[in-house]
């Protein structure tokens, strides 16, 4: 490739930044779930008067995981030259995520920082476990359906693999049980019979003499939402079959569609619950992963010495 | 009169003539490795210097510039034994005599010995005969790791030299490869990349200390200062710019050499790869829960090393050029992350009442963190994760992301406070992070592409790195079927346009500013840990039971 052709393709790439994928699309989107949802307008990601630091977490904060949406292989969207794979993009996508975990540490909760790491287990295997068939990890590898040709274990890993996609967007989202207390979660948990830690909540923090200096981060509000419609759209891209056509895009809204009403539904019905629990589970699931990698892998292996 | 600012310029800048002394090797090695990149260079009967060796050399003295010209400009000292040390690894990867690449090992262990160490007392009471054994064992390895990995090492390539492969060049060198070589030369390699003989920072404390804490807590209540400190530091400072973590990396050399002598079986690859992907695992787990700011930073460090250990394993081109370009990574957060805590100490000596983590103007520290695309942490585990995927290692790329996003949030759980005397060296080690994140494509295509093609003879084909120039970098496998894609030039300039585009819609809309009200203190390391234990299961399972759980309810209330 030479540098023309990057101009080129940065050229072609203005279409997925302010139209679709990114931009006006995700914006609308994001507009409609808050109005949906009744919640007040997205302007609470206020830019803030603090110094560079506080600035740059409030801007970053956007540009990456608008970043990371548009460049989502979507049906219908202008084709790039080169794309991303599922690891970059997640790792665009995840950044609004760590900064809300360092606010939510500065505010002494370490609910976010737990549902992310219950989370992270069960989105890696997921994904090897599309990559696996696909033999690749990019994005639009793993949206491919595997065609008849392949073992059938391939196409029983892919939708595996697609299903736990779903399923670890709970507490990547942190929803239900795994939502911290910014999101009015029960105190069920914290009462006086966990373990004798008392009710956490109402506990004072321990003094510290060494006054905290850092400025507080900013609500990293919009690209949380950035960051959740950019997960849905992952999560519901195996099920489109990797159509680039009207028809695979409206596959894909639709899975979109009734992935994100049943985290709705998750959300309702498990707000409050225990989240340990829910942990346990999310480790059983890993658990079922692994082996369906590692069973998979064998067979790979004996097809290749047969 | 207008070449006052011109001579002003030099004055200023003459201070930094370390640096600029050090960056001349540098430059050499750079211009060794473009002279060698199609044939390697030998140089009489024992000298040969190829691609792997010129990629060293490179980042030994590439690695030693940088951190001289992290350091503020202050006058050079201890120079002796950062030269010898220089000089011994500069001909440990030079020569083809296998015993003389360990006598150098040797001596670099020597001279990285930590005196310091062997003062130290035993955090609780030594009550039998096998505890004071154990504990006396333990402190010599914790103040001479490199001295148990140098002995591995004698013995593995002792037994290379004893079965007629005095020179790795000879053509029947790769015969006496056995799995007894191998095996203590991973083991040295391990030792060394490892953080397991790093001592915790109640471990450094020394008799004078514990007699001087003894001392303070015999003092009244009011006497008693709001901030325990121990009468003498934690530490003797080193010297400044010296670092001996600056060298670990040269640990991978002599395993890497070994693909000179021929491929790998299966086993010694599945042991290394295994190896690396455990210890990178272990140090990332412990980094997130360690409360210590100093061993926190070792054990990021230590992630890339084995990662590169990892790498090594795969047996395949991409593997090995993700091994190379994670030695890189460690050299950046070796520089980036060096002696924060002796900062913080000299910031408590001066005023234990003041703000003693001031922070830097911009978080710098995210930049030396794989929480960012783009940075030379996040490249390095990404070329592991595509070369895992290439040669059919699926975990072990699961693994390296795992790690990846766990070193991400490490720097979340109060891993940005740096201190203002670490500005200057994050600026240069995130900088540079930058540079090597960004130019991925460009450092693999110069730098690691002869590397890889000069050790062909004992690689497989099952993966290898693919460069698109201009725009970036991807792993295939052995059907050539693209298995990782990082553009990361493209994205860079993508990312670029978008901020400004957010930077000028923010400043049109005159957005409010953002709530101020002052965040509480920092939650207490230990509760924030107790509460992950319990609530990620997984994360519990690898960290133990929490010791603070023994108490029963009711217990000193």
């Known amino acids: 490739m030479t540098a023309s052709e990057l101009l080129a393709m940065l050229g072609r790439a203005w279409s997925r930044l302010l139209l679709y994928p990114g931009g006006l699309a995700a914006f609308a989107a994001i507009w409609l779930t808050l109005l949906l949802s009744q919640r007040r307008t997205i302007t609470k990601n206020h830019e803030p008067a603090a110094p560079d630091r506080a600035r740059f977490s409030a801007r970053s904060s956007i540009v990456l995981p608008w970043l990371g949406l548009a460049l989502l292989p979507l049906p219908l969207a202008v084709t790039l030259p080169r794309q991303a794979d599922i690891v970059v993009t997640l790792a665009l996508l995840e950044w609004p995520q760590i900064l809300a975990i360092r606010q939510a540490l500065q505010a002494g909760d370490t609910r976010r920082l737990a549902a992310a790491l219950n989370s992270y287990p069960a989105l890696i295997l997921a994904t090897l476990a599309l990559a696996q068939p696909a033999g690749s990890l990019e994005i639009a590898a793993i949206a491919r359906v595997p065609d008849e040709q392949v073992p059938k274990i391939a196409g029983v890993l892919h939708w595996l693999g697609a299903v736990a996609l779903a399923l670890a967007l709970a507490p990547a989202l942190g929803l239900g049980p795994f939502a911290d207390r910014g999101q009015g979660t029960g105190d069920r948990e914290r009462g006086t019979g966990d373990r004798g830690q008392g009710a956490g909540d109402n506990k004072a923090l321990p003094h510290t003499p060494i006054p905290n200096p850092q400025p507080p981060t900013p609500n990293p509000y919009l690209g949380l939402r950035l960051r959740a419609l950019g997960l849905i759209a992952l999560a519901a891209l195996p099920w489109a079959g990797g159509q680039d056509t009207g028809l695979g895009l409206l596959r894909m809204f639709a899975a979109a569609s009734i992935i994100a009403a049943l985290l709705w539904g998750y959300d309702r019905l498990a707000r409050g619950g225990l989240a340990r629990r829910w942990a346990r589970a999310y480790l059983v699931l890993d658990a079922a992963l692994l082996l369906a990698l590692l069973w998979a892998a064998y067979a790979a292996l004996q097809n290749r010495l047969a | ?557």
């Open chain 2, 1 to 557: 009169m207008s070449n006052r600012p011109t001579t002003q310029f030099f004055i200023d800048h003459a201070r930094h003539w370390p640096a600029l002394l050090a960056a001349v090797p540098a430059l050499g090695a750079l211009a060794l490795l473009w002279r060698v990149r199609d044939t390697p260079l030998a140089l009489g009967w024992s000298i040969r210097i190829d691609a792997l060796s010129s990629l060293f050399l490179l980042a030994l003295f590439g690695g030693c510039a940088l951190a001289l010209a992290a350091q503020p400009a202050q006058p050079l000292s201890g120079w002796l034994r950062p030269i010898v040390v220089s000089a011994a690894l500069a001909l440990a990867f030079s020569t083809t005599l296998t015993p003389a690449i360990a006598g150098a090992y040797v001596v670099l262990a020597l001279l990285t010995l930590n005196r310091h160490s062997l003062a130290m007392q035993p955090d609780r009471p030594l009550r039998t005969q096998l505890d004071r054994a154990v504990w006396g064992l333990r402190r010599i390895a914790l103040a001479a790791p490199g001295l148990l990995a140098a002995a591995c090492l004698l013995l593995g390539y002792g037994a290379l030299a004893l079965h007629g492969a005095a020179r790795y060049d000879d053509r029947a060198a790769g015969l006496a490869l056995d799995s007894f070589a191998f095996w203590f030369v991973l083991l040295a390699a391990v030792i060394a990349c490892s953080p397991i003989f790093q001592p915790t920072n109640d471990e450094r404390r020394t008799k004078n200390e514990r007699a001087g804490e003894r001392r303070d807590e015999r003092a009244t209540a009011e006497d008693r200062p709001l901030i325990h400190s121990p009468t003498r530091p934690f530490a003797p400072p080193q010297p400044s710019w010296f670092n001996s973590g600056l060298f670990r990396f040269a640990w991978l050399y002599p395993l890497a050499r070994l693909y000179s002598l021929g491929p790998w079986n299966a086993g010694w690859s599945f042991a290394t790869l295994l190896l690396g992907g455990g210890v990178a695992l272990w140090c990332a787990c412990s980094a997130l829960a360690h409360p210590d700011v100093t061993t926190r930073n070792a054990r990021a460090q230590s992630i890339y090393l084995a990662l590169a250990l990892a790498g090594l394993g795969l047996s395949t081109s991409a593997g090995v050029a993700a091994a190379c370009y994670g030695v890189l990574a460690y050299l950046v957060l070796a520089i980036g992350y060096k002696d924060w805590r002796v900062a913080n100490r000299d910031d408590l000596v001066d005023n234990p009442l003041s703000n003693p983590h001031p922070p830097t103007p911009i978080p710098l520290p995210w930049l030396l963190s794989s929480a960012i695309p783009l940075t030379a942490p996040f490249v390095a585990a990404w070329m592991l994760i595509g070369a895992g995927v290439a040669g059919g290692v699926a975990l072990l790329a699961g693994v390296a992301w795992l790690v990846a996003l766990l070193h991400g949030l490490m720097l979340a759980l109060r891993g940005d406070e740096a201190p203002a005397q670490a500005r200057r060296q994050l600026l240069v080690a995130g900088a540079t992070s930058l540079l090597l994140g960004v130019g991925a494509p460009l450092i693999v295509r110069a730098l690691i592409r002869p590397v890889v093609g000069q050790l062909q003879g004992g690689l497989t084909p099952y993966g290898d790195a693919n460069i698109w120039p201009w725009v970036g970098l991807a792993a295939s496998d052995s059907a050539h079927t693209q298995v990782t894609t990082l553009p990361s030039i493209a994205i860079a300039l993508l990312m670029l346009v978008l901020s400004a585009l957010v930077h000028v819609v923010a400043r049109l809309r005159r957005l409010r500013r953002a709530d101020e009200q002052g965040a509480p203190p920092d939650r207490a390391p230990a509760t924030t840990l107790s509460n992950l234990r319990d609530e990620v299961p997984w994360l519990g399972g690898l960290l133990g039971p929490d010791p603070g759980s023994q108490r029963q309810p009711g217990d000193g209330e």
